[in-house]
Nanobody
Framework: QVQLVESGGGLVQAGGSLRLSCAAS????????MGWFRQEPGKERDFVAA????????YYADSVKGRFAISRDNAKNTVYLQMNSLKPEDTAVYYC?????????????????????WGQGTQATVSS
């Protein structure tokens, strides 16, 4: 079992930055592929970014490419999402997710159904 706890959300003006963190419990964090998703009220949860267990493979939604950066520190059991040049349309609850990469393939995943564990989310609000 893996527990995920997000932090770092808040209120920021358009053009500003936020850094989200997702801390994972357990001693097998390095064997998990990780992802970030976001959800606006009344809408589906959308993929944002993903990272393989060894951080070699990264993948981003087109809407955030060039503005957001995903990274991880396996020694700290933490994955990060650096969000720059924020826009009001980035306002959402941000969730991190974990998928066990049993064979250490380094693959990244962008579909919700691929992930095994989810955090409770952190709100990021961008004002215009």
């Amino acid at each position: 079992q893996v527990q995920l706890v997000e932090s770092g959300g808040g209120l920021v003006q358009a053009g500003g930055s936020l850094r989200l963190s997702c801390a994972a419990s357990g001693r097998t964090f390095s064997s998990f592929a990780m992802g970030w998703f976001r959800q606006e009220p009344g809408k589906e949860r959308d993929f944002v970014a993903a990272i393989g267990w060894n951080a070699v493979n990264l993948y981003y939604a087109d809407s955030v490419k060039g503005r957001f950066a995903i990274s991880r520190d396996n020694a700290k059991n933490t994955v990060y999402l650096q969000m720059n040049s924020l826009k009001p349309e980035d306002t959402a609850v941000y969730y991190c997710a974990a998928k066990r990469d049993t064979y250490y393939s380094g693959s990244v995943y962008y579909q919700m159904q691929d992930y095994d564990y989810w955090g409770q989310g952190t709100q990021a609000t961008v004002s215009s």
